[in-house]
């Protein structure tokens, strides 16, 4: 149950000072809002009042950008698209933040998108922030420390936040409730393939983006593409009376790219226009609320004074088996005080 | 917060008795145990002391099976390689329990799993029973109600559970968290397709299948097959010294399912061996352990006397932007007793 973020090991009290850090973040410091970011994921007690004070005075800074998620299977490019998608925003004057949850870095020491090779021309842009998201505990799952760096990039002036993981499945349905916009990558397998996933993540989407198209790849891209239109055309329209694309694109060529923010803003316009874009985020808010909670509760738990000599104590018993782990954990729920 | 399983209100009181589930159970009624997972399910307080007396009953019986555990992207062809092996099992004489984790469930009424024409074979078989699982709320994450179930199933004499994920990302994790045997099933894409997944996900794999090696798809399957085989010879064995492998299969045409038991089953000689089996029981326990601490925790504030007419007070404000999450969530928390 205890994670504690390596990074935040390696910084020095000082430098968590939130009034220095807000002052660096208001000053475009990059190095600035990483620190930000890394105290505010730090699950140790003596970080927390610092911790809500920067995300409160983050929130009350009022800023906010398009927040675009972006998912898909493993291997089908989502790293290429952003770096594209990303160096073009940037070339439009716009600022980019990247936050790319992790769900592997549990069990690895590295993680995936550590790779420095990602995203290597965006990463040094100026106008540029990539960051991987530690993937933190079951409370809260995967998105509870996206959330609150996410707002942190707000405030530091970042209007595009993309929000990417690695994966289709449950992190996908915590990132929709991060964004206003959400682009499913798929690789060009045609057919019965992708049937199965259909029902489910499709119905999420915002755009769907059919990757790879070139070369061997491009008569099954296309093959696939308007399958998925065809699919997609079926679907009621969102509560932005949005109908979901599907388009094809290829890093290689620098193709699609384009229909990607052309959708984005189209679909801005439109939820803008009819209240959907302030609704979702009301609905949002609700929601980021109770994980907050969540997350709340289980810090409080683990400092009520036995917890520690308990946990310890039960958790050998189940290791040698000579407790169930269900009885154990009744017996620390015992330190509960009883409800009147 | 609230997540109420929709079967729950289905089933009568009368129904929910832990004694008459538990002697349905051990006589082999099938639906007494799909009454029993429903109630372990219940996220009720009126629920919860049956709930922890039918689970601790559960474990008392002392019986556990082969807990495989099986994942893969959308669209891998997992449920007919579910229905294959599924089948050679039971015609072993073995006694097969299916439990699937659809993380969909929470965006939609239905349930990607719901579909009538999924092993349907399997389904009608009298040794078989399959089960798909809610995904519950945050806390606990999508595999709290499955690792119950798991135990309900072993306590009814199923010496197989092979749990099923839709996706590939943190849900994967947990699964891992509750089985013996990781079995990974891949699309026969090869190339640099998959270099993405590679690190994470794949050495979590004690078997990477490829699947749908038939037909137009062969060449590539056997070329990703031995891309794969390259890739886990370099990684270093497992607790149980175990070097994982790669095959081909297809359910159309029959292949591989015979080899997916042969390497379970040398697996299982070579973890009881030297230890690692009972082990990573061990270690599996401690987890579950507090992850049922968790779920405990959350149902406890529920429970506190203002919770309710809190929330309902601050949702409101959060959902019309007068106050924000952050600050919304620790005015909730405020409920919790000071530490001393």
Request: charged share 25%; aromatic share 4%.
């Amino acid at each position: 149950m205890s994670h504690i973020n390596p990074h935040i090991q390696a910084l020095p009290e000082a430098n968590l000072d939130e009034k220095v850090l807000q002052e660096g973040i208001v000053r475009g410091d990059r190095k600035a809002l990483s620190q930000a970011i890394t105290l505010v994921e730090s699950k140790l007690p003596q970080h927390q009042e610092r911790r809500s004070r920067l995300l409160d005075w983050a929130v009350s800074q009022g800023k906010t950008g398009y927040r675009l998620g972006i998912t898909g299977v493993p291997g089908a490019g989502k790293s290429s698209l952003i770096e594209t998608l990303g160096l073009l925003l940037v070339g439009q004057g716009h600022r980019v933040a990247v936050l790319a949850i992790d769900p592997s870095s549990r069990l690895r020491k590295g993680s995936i998108l550590g790779d420095k090779t990602r995203m290597e021309k965006l990463s040094r842009h100026p106008q540029a922030f990539i960051r991987p998201s530690a993937s933190g505990g079951h409370l809260g799952g995967v998105a509870a420390a996206t959330r609150e760096a996410l707002v942190l990039c707000e405030a530091a002036g970042y209007d595009h936040i993309l929000v990417e993981t690695v994966g289709v499945g449950q992190s996908e349905i915590e990132v929709k409730d991060l964004v206003d916009f959400f682009l499913l990558v798929l690789v060009p397998l045609g057919g019965d393939e992708l049937q199965g996933m259909k029902r489910g993540i499709v119905e999420m989407a915002n755009l769907i983006v059919i990757n790879k198209a070139d070369g061997d790849h491009l008569q099954q891209a296309k093959a696939a593409r308007l399958e998925y239109a065809r699919a997609l055309s079926l679907f009621p329209g969102d509560g932005a009376g949005w109908k979901p694309r599907a388009i094809t694109a290829s890093a290689l060529l620098g193709s699609g790219v384009d229909e990607i923010l052309e959708a984005m803003q189209a679909y801005r316009v439109q939820a803008e226009s009819n209240g959907a874009w302030h609704e979702n985020r009301r609905e949002q808010a609700v929601r980021w609320m109770l994980q907050y909670v969540e997350q709340g509760l289980l810090s409080w738990f683990k400092g009520q004074p036995r917890y520690t000599d308990m946990l310890t104590v039960l958790k050998e018993l189940v290791a040698k088996g000579q407790r169930d782990p269900f009885g154990a954990a009744r017996e620390l729920l015992g330190l509960l005080p009883a409800q009147s």
